[in-house]
């Protein structure tokens, strides 16, 4: 199977080439990225507990799914896709803010992405891909908040700094 590649891009999020995934997280070099955030009517976030077996961040709560763009697809297309691979459902996406972020990890990758806010709403059950996600749970911004506060070591970084910067940005 040939390594996944991301779409290397500038501070304007113009592309610049494409590199093999693991190579720009070891270099740290800017890639383009998504986050999707899926609410459901009582306006709670969905969010992830990342599969066990992921070679960063296991096991840590999450956003409801993100990845990277593929060459050609569009910010709300490689949504739909990775919702549909990591959580097993699809539903339709508004591409809100997008933002730089940089975050290095304990294995010596890091995450440097222009990364686009994808929101979307859904009220049923996923259906989890054992692969990618552990668990999910229904939760209030609020109660996120502070949760992330008492115990921010169960969440992800790049999470806890979209969060933390942006929350009040996303729609509710």
């Known amino acids: 199977m040939t390594e996944e590649k991301v779409i290397l891009v500038n501070q304007k ?30 306006k709670e976030l969905m969010l992830q507990q990342r599969a066990l077996t992921k070679y960063h961040s296991p096991g840590l709560w999450t956003n409801t799914c993100c990845s990277h763009q ?20 699809s539903t339709e996406l508004e591409d809100t803010i997008s933002f730089i972020y940089k975050a290095p990890f304990d294995n010596g990758l890091t995450e440097h992405e222009f990364d686009h806010i994808l929101v979307g709403n859904y009220n049923k059950q996923p259906q989890l891909n054992p692969e990618e996600a552990e668990a999910w749970k229904w939760v209030g911004l609020d109660d996120v908040a502070k949760d992330m506060e008492n115990n921010p070591t169960a969440y992800t970084e790049w999470f806890k700094i979209i969060f933390e910067k942006y929350y009040q940005s996303i729609e509710r």
């Open 70 to 89: 593929r060459e050609g697809e569009t910010n709300i297309e490689a949504g739909k896709r990775r919702l549909q691979e990591e959580m097993g459902f």
């Open 13 to 42: 999020d113009e592309p610049i080439g494409l590199m093999p995934k693991m190579e720009a997280h070891e270099k740290g070099l800017l890639h383009r990225a998504f986050s999707v955030f899926i609410f459901n009517e009582k």
